[in-house]
């Protein structure tokens, strides 16, 4: 879990938006898509 609240970046070399979400102080879900990048539920 550390790994991924530290800043990890997906598969698209982009911040990931779970990162951007915790940076914004709201709560979140997130769920790792077949390609290895994630879809962020804010």
């Known amino acids: 879990m ?4 530290s800043g990890y ?3 698209d070399g982009k911040l ?3 990162q951007h979400c915790a940076n914004s102080g ?3 879900s997130y769920l790792l ?3 290895g990048g ?3 539920l804010c």
């Open 38 to 40: 994630f879809s962020d």
């Open 33 to 35: 898509r077949r390609d």
């Open 16 to 18: 990931s938006l779970r």
């Open 2 to 5: 550390s790994l991924l609240a």
């Open 9 to 11: 970046y997906g598969g």
């Open 26 to 28: 709201h709560n979140h």
